[in-house]
C-alpha cells in the first residue's frame, strides 16, 4: 500500500470519526447530558468511595456512651460504626457504674459502657449495636495484637492455611484440614508466620509449625518450597502432575498472623469491584454505539456515505473510532483513580474491543432499534457475566483467567501479570472483537444494510460474503477460532463447579458442537449463496479444507498449555489432554485431531451441499463422531 | 462520446431476476431517461450505475472507471429516491461534511455550496435539517450530489413526492445543469418530466429494457401517429392495412376508422364516398410517452428487438 493511499485511509477515516462526533454532539439534548454527568459522577464516587475506603454505608451508624477514661473508647472511636458520646450526656443520676446507672428517656444511644465496664444495650437497634461493639472490639484487640513487638507472645500458635484447588472428583485434599490438625510443631516459627512447610503439596499440608517458645525461628526458607496464599506456583507437587499455576501470588491471603474468627477464604471483593467499574461503561457506550449504526441502517442514511469514494472499511473505522477512544478514555481514567496500571488498562481495552464489535455486527444484523436493544442487552449481560463471574475467582483458579478482569484484579492487588497469562486471557477478546468487526463489514453494503431479512439469513449473508474461492474456507475457521476457544472457556466456566461426572459428558458435546459449527458454517453459507457449485465432490474438498484450517487455528489454542487450564478435568474435557514428550504420542496427538476435523468437516459439507435439511443431519453426524473421539481419548489418556 | 457504457448489466436476488441484461450507451452531456413500472428494475439499475450494488454480471463503465472505485465515485453525484439526510445537522455542516468527504478544499466548497443553495433558492441554511420542509430537504439533498462538481449525475425521482412549484423549481435546475454539460442519467414516475428533459429514454418492464431511443424512435417503434377518420358510412370494407382490417367503432352515430398511414385514409374516403356517405372529421392522434408507457407496462415481457 502506498503512502498516498494510506494517508487518504487515515484521512477519510479522521474525517468521518469527527463527523460522527459532531453529529452525536448534535443528537445529546440537555437532560441526556444530565443524565451522562450523573451517571459518571455516580461511577465516580463509587469508585473513588470503594477505593479509599469502602462503600461509607456504615459510618457512625450507632452510639455508644461512653467515658473518655474507659478502656472502650479507643474501640469506638476506631470503629467506623460508632460514633462515641460521653456517658454524662445519656444518664440522669448515679456514679455511671451498672448498679446506679439510669439513662435518659430522650437520649439517643444505642450502646452503653459503663464506668465499671459493663457493657448494655438498648432500644430498637440495640441488640445489633451491641453485637457490632463486641465485633469492634475483637477487631481493636487483633490490631492491638499486631502492633506487639512480640509476636511469639501476641500469637503462641500459628495455623497456616493454604488454600487449594477444588478436586471436582470428590477426592478433595484437605491440605488446609491436615495442616492444621496436623501441626507437628516441627519448629520452624519463621518470624513473619508465614510458613507452609511444603508449601505446594496438594494434600499433607503437614507443616505449619507451632511456636510457642516465643523463638523467632529462621529455617523457613531454604527447605521449603512452600508460597503463602492460593496455591503453589506450578512447581511439581511430587506425583508427577503440573500444579494450576497461581493465578495471583496470593496477595489477598494475610502474610501477617490473625485471629481464627477473621480468616476467610481469598476473596478479592474490593479489587473486584474496582474491576468491574471498567465493564460498567462499556455498557451504556454500546446502546449509543448500537444507535448509530442502527440509524445508518433504517433511514436508509448510510446510502450516501456508501456512494461516496469513503470503503465500507473506512465508514466503519470513522464511525466506531469514536467510541472506542471514548472508552480507552474512560478506561485510562478509571485505572487513574483507583490507582491501577498500564496492565488494568491492556487488560480493559480488548473487553472494550469486544463489546463494540460484538455491538456493531448485532446492529448490522438487527431488523429494529427493537431488535437492536434485545442485542445490546445480550451482550451486556453476555461479556458482563463472561468477564465478571470468572473474575470472582482470581485468587482461587487458574480458570479466572478466561476474564480479562482477572488481569485488571491481579493488578490492582499487585501482582505481576505474565505474558502468557495475558495473551491468554485478552487473546480471544482481541481476535473474536476483529472477527466480529470483520463479519460486520461483510454486509455493511446496500444490498444488506437495508434489507429486512431474518438474522439468520443476515448471519449467513455475512460469512459468505467473505468467502472467496478455497483459501477462505481454510482461513474462515482460524477466524472462527476465538468464538470457539470462548465458548469453550465459558463452558468450563459454567460448569466447573458442577459434579464431575455430568459436566464432563456435557463439556465433550458442547466442545463438539461448538468446533464443528465452526467448520462447517462458513461452508454451508457458500453452498446457500451459490459460492460453490453443489456436487459431493467440491463438497468434499472443501470441508477437507475446512478442517485443516480449523487444526491449524486449534493449534493455536494451546496457549492454554501456557497456563495449565488442561490439567482440570474439566479443561482436559474441552480443551484435550496437555501434550506429552514422547514423539511418537505427540505424532499421534498431532495427526489424530487432523484426522478428526477433516473426516467430521467432510461429512457436515456434504450436508450442506444437499439442503438446509442435509446441513443439519451432516452436522449433527458430525458432532457424534466428534463427541465420540473426544470420549475416546480421554478414555485412552485417563 | 460515451461516458458512461453498459453491457448485459444483470443482478439477481436469489431466485428473482432484478435486472436481465441491460445494455445502453448514455453520451456526454445528454440527459437520459429511464422509466417503468415500480418494480421495473429502474433503481436496481440506477444503484448499479452508482456502484452500490454489485452486479452478478454483465459491465458498466462510467466516465472510465468500474463503479465503486473511488475514483469514479468522485465523479459522481447521486441523489436516490429518498432523501437519506442527517437530520440533526444544519444544511451547511451536512454539505460541508460530504465536500470534506469527497477532498474538496474547503473555500472551494463554501463557494459551490452557496451557489448551488442560492440558485435552488434555499432560506435558512443555518437551519437544522430535520426542522426543513421537504421540498428544502430535496433541495439539500440535490446540492449535496453536486458538492464534489460531478460529470455524471444519478437522479432517481428527484421530484417524488414533492408539490408542483418544487418539481418545477427542480425540474428546471436540471435542465440548466444539462446545459452547463452534466451527464444527466434521469428516473421519474411523471412521464410529462422525462418527456420534457430527456434526449433518450429506455423504457423498463420485469427487469428488462423493452423500448429505448428518443421520444420519436420510441413513438414510432410503439404506433407512431395514428388517423382518425369519421364518416357517415363504412367505409374499411374490402380494405386492410397491412393485412390487417381496419380498426372501426361507432362513435355518435359516425363510423370512425383508426388507420397509422395516410394513404389508408384516402382509400377509405374513396370507399366511403363510392357507398354514398361522407367523410365528417379527420383526426391526427400522437401517443404521448405515458400512452406507451401503459402499452408497453401491460404487455408481456419480451426481449426487445
Given at each position: 500500500?502506498?503512502?498516498?493511499?494510506?494517508?487518504?485511509?487515515?484521512?477519510?477515516?479522521?474525517?468521518?470519526?469527527?463527523?460522527?462526533?459532531?453529529?452525536?454532539?448534535?443528537?445529546?439534548?440537555?437532560?441526556?447530558?444530565?443524565?451522562?454527568?450523573?451517571?459518571?459522577?455516580?461511577?465516580?464516587?463509587?469508585?473513588?468511595?470503594?477505593?479509599?475506603?469502602?462503600?461509607?454505608?456504615e459510618?457512625?451508624?450507632?452510639?455508644?456512651?461512653?467515658?473518655?477514661?474507659?478502656?472502650?473508647?479507643?474501640v469506638?472511636?476506631?470503629?467506623?460504626?460508632?460514633?462515641?458520646?460521653?456517658?454524662?450526656?445519656?444518664?440522669?443520676d448515679?456514679?455511671?457504674?451498672?448498679?446506679?446507672?439510669?439513662?435518659?428517656?430522650?437520649?439517643?444511644?444505642?450502646?452503653?459502657?459503663?464506668?465499671?465496664?459493663?457493657?448494655?444495650?438498648?432500644?430498637?437497634?440495640?441488640?445489633?449495636?451491641?453485637?457490632a461493639?463486641?465485633?469492634?472490639?475483637?477487631?481493636?484487640?487483633?490490631?492491638?495484637?499486631?502492633?506487639?513487638?512480640?509476636?511469639?507472645?501476641?500469637?503462641?500458635?500459628l495455623?497456616?492455611?493454604?488454600?487449594?484447588?477444588?478436586?471436582?472428583?470428590?477426592?478433595?485434599?484437605?491440605?488446609?484440614?491436615?495442616?492444621?490438625?496436623?501441626?507437628?510443631?516441627?519448629?520452624?516459627?519463621?518470624?513473619?508466620?508465614?510458613?507452609?512447610?511444603d508449601?505446594?503439596?496438594?494434600?499433607?499440608?503437614?507443616?505449619?509449625?507451632g511456636?510457642?517458645?516465643?523463638?523467632?525461628?529462621?529455617?523457613?526458607?531454604?527447605?521449603?518450597?512452600?508460597?503463602?496464599?492460593?496455591?503453589?506456583?506450578?512447581?511439581?507437587?511430587g506425583?508427577?502432575?503440573?500444579?494450576?499455576?497461581?493465578?495471583?501470588?496470593?496477595?489477598?491471603?494475610?502474610?501477617?498472623?490473625?485471629?481464627?474468627?477473621?480468616?476467610?477464604?481469598?476473596?478479592?471483593?474490593?479489587?473486584?469491584?474496582?474491576?468491574?467499574?471498567?465493564?460498567?461503561?462499556?455498557?451504556?457506550?454500546?446502546?449509543?454505539?448500537?444507535?448509530?449504526?442502527?440509524?445508518?441502517?433504517?433511514?436508509?442514511?448510510?446510502?450516501?456515505?456508501?456512494?461516496?469514494?469513503?470503503?465500507?472499511?473506512?465508514?466503519?473505522?470513522?464511525?466506531?473510532?469514536?467510541?472506542?477512544?471514548?472508552?480507552?478514555?474512560?478506561?485510562v481514567?478509571?485505572?487513574?483513580?483507583?490507582?491501577?496500571?498500564?496492565?488494568?488498562?491492556?487488560?480493559?481495552?480488548?473487553?472494550?474491543?469486544?463489546?463494540?464489535?460484538?455491538?456493531?455486527?448485532?446492529?448490522?444484523?438487527a431488523?429494529?432499534?427493537?431488535e437492536?436493544?434485545?442485542?445490546?442487552?445480550?451482550?451486556?449481560?453476555?461479556?458482563?457475566?463472561y468477564?465478571?463471574?470468572?473474575?470472582?475467582?482470581?485468587?482461587?483458579?487458574?480458570?479466572?483467567?478466561?476474564s480479562?478482569?482477572?488481569?485488571?484484579v491481579?493488578?490492582?492487588?499487585?501482582?505481576?501479570?505474565?505474558?502468557?497469562?495475558?495473551?491468554?486471557?485478552?487473546?480471544?477478546?482481541?481476535?473474536?472483537?476483529?472477527?466480529?468487526?470483520?463479519?460486520?463489514?461483510g454486509?455493511?453494503?446496500?444490498?444488506?444494510?437495508?434489507?429486512?431479512?431474518?438474522?439468520?439469513?443476515?448471519?449467513?449473508?455475512?460469512?459468505?460474503?467473505?468467502?472467496?474461492?478455497?483459501?477462505?474456507?481454510?482461513?474462515?475457521?482460524?477466524?472462527?477460532i476465538?468464538?470457539?476457544?470462548?465458548?469453550?472457556?465459558l463452558?468450563?466456566?459454567?460448569?466447573?463447579?458442577?459434579?464431575?461426572?455430568?459436566?464432563?459428558?456435557l463439556?465433550?458435546?458442547?466442545?463438539?458442537?461448538?468446533e464443528?459449527?465452526?467448520?462447517?458454517?462458513?461452508?454451508y453459507?457458500?453452498?446457500?449463496?451459490?459460492?460453490?457449485?453443489?456436487?459431493l465432490?467440491?463438497?468434499?474438498?472443501?470441508?477437507?479444507?475446512?478442517?485443516?484450517?480449523?487444526?491449524?487455528?486449534?493449534?493455536?489454542?494451546?496457549?492454554?498449555?501456557?497456563?495449565?487450564?488442561?490439567?482440570?478435568?474439566?479443561?482436559?474435557?474441552?480443551?484435550?489432554?496437555?501434550?506429552?514428550?514422547?514423539?511418537?504420542i505427540?505424532?499421534?496427538?498431532?495427526?489424530?485431531?487432523?484426522?478428526?476435523?477433516v473426516?467430521?468437516?467432510?461429512?457436515s459439507?456434504?450436508?450442506?451441499?444437499?439442503?438446509?435439511?442435509?446441513?443439519?443431519?451432516g452436522l449433527?453426524?458430525?458432532?457424534l463422531?466428534?463427541?465420540?473421539?473426544?470420549?475416546?481419548?480421554?478414555?485412552?489418556?485417563? | 462520446?460515451?461516458?458512461?457504457?453498459?453491457?448485459?448489466?444483470?443482478?439477481?436476488y436469489?431466485?428473482?431476476?432484478?435486472?436481465?441484461?441491460?445494455?445502453?450507451?448514455?453520451?456526454?452531456?445528454?440527459?437520459?431517461g429511464?422509466?417503468?413500472?415500480?418494480?421495473?428494475?429502474?433503481t436496481?439499475?440506477?444503484?448499479?450505475?452508482?456502484?452500490?450494488?454489485?452486479?452478478?454480471?454483465?459491465?458498466?463503465?462510467?466516465?472510465?472507471?468500474?463503479?465503486?472505485?473511488?475514483?469514479?465515485?468522485?465523479?459522481?453525484?447521486?441523489?436516490?429516491?429518498?432523501?437519506?439526510?442527517?437530520?440533526?445537522?444544519?444544511?451547511?455542516?451536512?454539505?460541508?461534511?460530504?465536500?470534506?468527504?469527497?477532498?474538496?478544499?474547503?473555500?472551494?466548497?463554501?463557494?459551490?455550496?452557496?451557489?448551488?443553495?442560492?440558485?435552488?433558492?434555499?432560506?435558512?441554511?443555518?437551519?437544522?435539517?430535520?426542522?426543513?420542509?421537504?421540498?428544502?430537504?430535496?433541495?439539500?439533498?440535490i446540492?449535496r450530489?453536486?458538492?464534489?462538481?460531478?460529470?455524471?449525475?444519478?437522479?432517481?425521482?428527484p421530484?417524488?413526492?414533492?408539490?408542483?412549484?418544487?418539481?418545477?423549481y427542480?425540474?428546471?435546475?436540471?435542465?440548466?445543469?444539462?446545459?452547463?454539460?452534466?451527464?444527466?442519467?434521469?428516473?421519474?414516475?411523471?412521464?410529462?418530466?422525462?418527456?420534457?428533459?430527456?434526449?433518450?429514454?429506455?423504457?423498463?418492464?420485469?427487469?428488462?429494457?423493452?423500448?429505448?431511443?428518443t421520444?420519436?424512435?420510441?413513438?414510432?417503434?410503439?404506433?407512431?401517429t395514428?388517423?382518425?377518420?369519421y364518416?357517415?358510412?363504412?367505409?374499411?370494407?374490402?380494405?386492410?392495412?397491412?393485412g390487417?382490417?381496419?380498426?372501426?367503432?361507432?362513435?355518435?352515430?359516425?363510423?370512425?376508422h383508426?388507420?397509422?398511414?395516410?394513404?389508408?385514409v384516402?382509400?377509405?374516403?374513396?370507399?366511403?364516398?363510392?357507398?354514398?356517405?361522407?367523410?365528417?372529421?379527420?383526426?391526427?392522434?400522437?401517443?404521448?410517452?405515458?400512452?406507451?408507457?401503459?402499452?408497453?407496462?401491460?404487455?408481456?415481457?419480451?426481449?426487445?428487438?
Open positions: 500500500m502506498s503512502a498516498g493511499r494510506l494517508r487518504g485511509i487515515v484521512s477519510r477515516t479522521a474525517r468521518i470519526a469527527r463527523w460522527e462526533v459532531a453529529r452525536s454532539a448534535g443528537t445529546v439534548d440537555r437532560k441526556t447530558a444530565l443524565i451522562l454527568v450523573v451517571m459518571v459522577a455516580a461511577i465516580g464516587t463509587a469508585g473513588f468511595s470503594v477505593a479509599d475506603e469502602g462503600l461509607g454505608l459510618r457512625e451508624i450507632y452510639t455508644v456512651g461512653v467515658d473518655e477514661d474507659s478502656r472502650y473508647y479507643d469506638a472511636v476506631d470503629s467506623e460504626q460508632f460514633r462515641p458520646i460521653s456517658i454524662e450526656d445519656v444518664t440522669t448515679g456514679d455511671g457504674t451498672a448498679g446506679t446507672i439510669a439513662v435518659r428517656d430522650e437520649a439517643s444511644v444505642d450502646v452503653v459502657v459503663t464506668r465499671d465496664g459493663r457493657i448494655g444495650h438498648l432500644g430498637d437497634n440495640g441488640a445489633a449495636a451491641y453485637d461493639f463486641r465485633e469492634s472490639v475483637e477487631s481493636y484487640n487483633g490490631k492491638l495484637m499486631d502492633e506487639e513487638a512480640d509476636q511469639a507472645a501476641a500469637y503462641p500458635v495455623v497456616s492455611i493454604e488454600y487449594q484447588q477444588r478436586d471436582l472428583g470428590g477426592a478433595t485434599d484437605s491440605g488446609a484440614g491436615d495442616g492444621a490438625g496436623d501441626g507437628d510443631g516441627d519448629g520452624d516459627g519463621d518470624g513473619d508466620g508465614t510458613d507452609s512447610g508449601g505446594t503439596n496438594g494434600g499433607s499440608g503437614d507443616g505449619t509449625g511456636n510457642t517458645d516465643g523463638s523467632t525461628g529462621d529455617e523457613s526458607g531454604a527447605d521449603e518450597s512452600g508460597t503463602d496464599g492460593t496455591g503453589g506456583s506450578g512447581t511439581d507437587d506425583d508427577g502432575r503440573t500444579q494450576v499455576p497461581n493465578v495471583g501470588d496470593g496477595s489477598t491471603s494475610t502474610t501477617a498472623p490473625d485471629r481464627p474468627g477473621s480468616i476467610s477464604p481469598p476473596f478479592p471483593f474490593e479489587s473486584l469491584v474496582l474491576a468491574f467499574l471498567f465493564v460498567v461503561p462499556m455498557n451504556f457506550v454500546i446502546q449509543a454505539y448500537g444507535s448509530t449504526i442502527m440509524d445508518e441502517r433504517v433511514k436508509r442514511r448510510g446510502e450516501l456515505l456508501l456512494v461516496s469514494p469513503a470503503s465500507s472499511r473506512e465508514i466503519v473505522a470513522g464511525k466506531t473510532l469514536p467510541y472506542l477512544l471514548g472508552l480507552v478514555g474512560v478506561v481514567a478509571i485505572s487513574w483513580v483507583i490507582e491501577g496500571g498500564p496492565i488494568a488498562v491492556a487488560a480493559a481495552l480488548p473487553i472494550a474491543l469486544l463489546f463494540l464489535g460484538a455491538t456493531f455486527v448485532g446492529a448490522m444484523l431488523r429494529s432499534f427493537k437492536l436493544t434485545f442485542v445490546t442487552v445480550t451482550i451486556s449481560v453476555f461479556l458482563t457475566t468477564t465478571f463471574i470468572p473474575a470472582v475467582f482470581a485468587d482461587v483458579n487458574a480458570i479466572a483467567l478466561i480479562p478482569l482477572t488481569l485488571v491481579m493488578d490492582l492487588q499487585g501482582e505481576a501479570v505474565r505474558l502468557g497469562e495475558y495473551l491468554f486471557s485478552t487473546g480471544p477478546f482481541y481476535l473474536g472483537g476483529a472477527v466480529c468487526f470483520l463479519l460486520g463489514i454486509v455493511y453494503r446496500e444490498e444488506d444494510m437495508f434489507a429486512q431479512k431474518p438474522i439468520p439469513a443476515k448471519i449467513v449473508d455475512a460469512i459468505a460474503n467473505r468467502i472467496r474461492g478455497r483459501r477462505s474456507v481454510f482461513v474462515l475457521p482460524i477466524l472462527f476465538p468464538f470457539v476457544f470462548a465458548s469453550q472457556l463452558a468450563v466456566a459454567l460448569l466447573f463447579v458442577v459434579p464431575q461426572a455430568i459436566a464432563v459428558p463439556i465433550i458435546v458442547l466442545a463438539a458442537t461448538v464443528e459449527i465452526a467448520k462447517s458454517v462458513h461452508v453459507a457458500g453452498f446457500a449463496r451459490s459460492r460453490f457449485e453443489p456436487s465432490r467440491t463438497a468434499a474438498m472443501l470441508g477437507a479444507f475446512s478442517g485443516a484450517g480449523f487444526f491449524v487455528g486449534e493449534k493455536l489454542t494451546h496457549v492454554v498449555q501456557f497456563v495449565g487450564l488442561p490439567d482440570l478435568p474439566v479443561g482436559t474435557a474441552a480443551f484435550g489432554p496437555a501434550v506429552s514428550d514422547e514423539p511418537l505427540l505424532a499421534v496427538v498431532f495427526l489424530a485431531p487432523l484426522a478428526l476435523h473426516v467430521t468437516a467432510v461429512i459439507a456434504l450436508g450442506a451441499s444437499r439442503s438446509r435439511l442435509g446441513y443439519v443431519g449433527i453426524a458430525a458432532i463422531g466428534h463427541a465420540a473421539y473426544n470420549l475416546g481419548v480421554i478414555t485412552l489418556v485417563a | 462520446m460515451a461516458i458512461l457504457e453498459v453491457d448485459g448489466l444483470r443482478k439477481e436469489g431466485d428473482f431476476v432484478a435486472v436481465e441484461g441491460s445494455s445502453f450507451d448514455i453520451e456526454r452531456g445528454e440527459v437520459f429511464v422509466v417503468g413500472p415500480n418494480g421495473a428494475g429502474k436496481t439499475t440506477l444503484k448499479m450505475l452508482a456502484g452500490l450494488i454489485e452486479p452478478t454480471a454483465g459491465t458498466a463503465v462510467v466516465a472510465g472507471h468500474t463503479p465503486g472505485e473511488p475514483a469514479m465515485q468522485r465523479r459522481l453525484g447521486f441523489l436516490p429516491e429518498e432523501s437519506p439526510l442527517y437530520e440533526e445537522m444544519t444544511a451547511i455542516d451536512y454539505l460541508e461534511f460530504f465536500a470534506d468527504l469527497y477532498d474538496v478544499p474547503r473555500d472551494v466548497a463554501r463557494e459551490r455550496i452557496h451557489d448551488s443553495l442560492d440558485r435552488l433558492d434555499l432560506e435558512h441554511r443555518d437551519r437544522k435539517i430535520g426542522n426543513m420542509s421537504k421540498g428544502m430537504q430535496r433541495k439539500v439533498a446540492a450530489a453536486l458538492v464534489n462538481d460531478p460529470n455524471v449525475l444519478i437522479f432517481d425521482e421530484a417524488s413526492g414533492l408539490d408542483p412549484l418544487t418539481t418545477n427542480i425540474i428546471e435546475f436540471t435542465e440548466e445543469l444539462s446545459d452547463e454539460g452534466k451527464t444527466i442519467v434521469f428516473s421519474a414516475h411523471n412521464l410529462f418530466h422525462v418527456e420534457s428533459i430527456c434526449d433518450r429514454i429506455v423504457i423498463m418492464n420485469d427487469g428488462r429494457i423493452v423500448a429505448r431511443g421520444l420519436e424512435e420510441i413513438r414510432d417503434a410503439h404506433g407512431g395514428e388517423y382518425h377518420v364518416a357517415t358510412e363504412d367505409g374499411s370494407e374490402g380494405l386492410t392495412v397491412a390487417s382490417p381496419i380498426d372501426v367503432s361507432h362513435e355518435n352515430g359516425q363510423v370512425c383508426v388507420v397509422g398511414d395516410m394513404r389508408a384516402d382509400a377509405i374516403r374513396e370507399t366511403v364516398e363510392a357507398a354514398g356517405g361522407r367523410v365528417t372529421d379527420i383526426q391526427t392522434k400522437t401517443p404521448s410517452l405515458e400512452d406507451i408507457f401503459l402499452e408497453v407496462a401491460s404487455e408481456p415481457v419480451e426481449a426487445e428487438t
